[in-house]
């Protein structure tokens, strides 16, 4: 049985920093991809960072430049390091993974491509 499991999450103010941190277990993601998405309330899930197994990354627009995703494929885990956190960072983040390598693709979820997913950590920024 695969299972992701994020930690990390919290409440802080604004400008501050959080770092997530997932575990999978139950399957290998070291050729495949891992990354983050949140789901703010009332709002869609939506693609935060990406990282492949070869170290390929991906940002969405509202998080570059102060998002940073990393992994150890050996111990099957994803880190997302958020700094200079804003309100709208508030949301609920999930861990995904898959063994397809663009499984976590704009492209593969209009395909209907369905990931591990986690239960989700909850991140809360104030002002």
């Known amino acids: 049985q695969v299972q992701l499991e994020e930690s990390g999450g919290g409440s802080v103010e604004v400008g501050d920093s959080l770092r997530l941190h997932c575990v999978a277990s139950?399957?290998?993601?070291?050729?495949?991809?891992m990354g983050w998405f949140r789901q703010a309330a009332g709002k869609e899930r939506e693609f935060v960072a990406s990282m492949t197994g070869r170290g390929d990354t991906d940002y969405s627009d509202s998080v570059k430049g102060r998002f940073t995703i990393s992994r150890d494929n050996l111990k099957n885990t994803v880190d997302l390091q958020m700094n200079s956190l804003k309100s709208e960072d508030t949301a609920l983040y999930y861990c995904?993974?898959?063994?397809?390598?663009?499984?976590?693709?704009?492209?593969?979820?209009?395909?209907?491509?369905?990931?591990?997913w986690g239960q989700g950590t909850q991140v809360t920024v104030s002002s």
């Open positions: 139950g399957k290998t993601f070291s050729g495949g991809v």
């Open positions: 995904a993974a898959d063994v397809q390598e663009w499984a976590l693709t704009p492209a593969a979820r209009a395909m209907g491509v369905e990931p591990y």
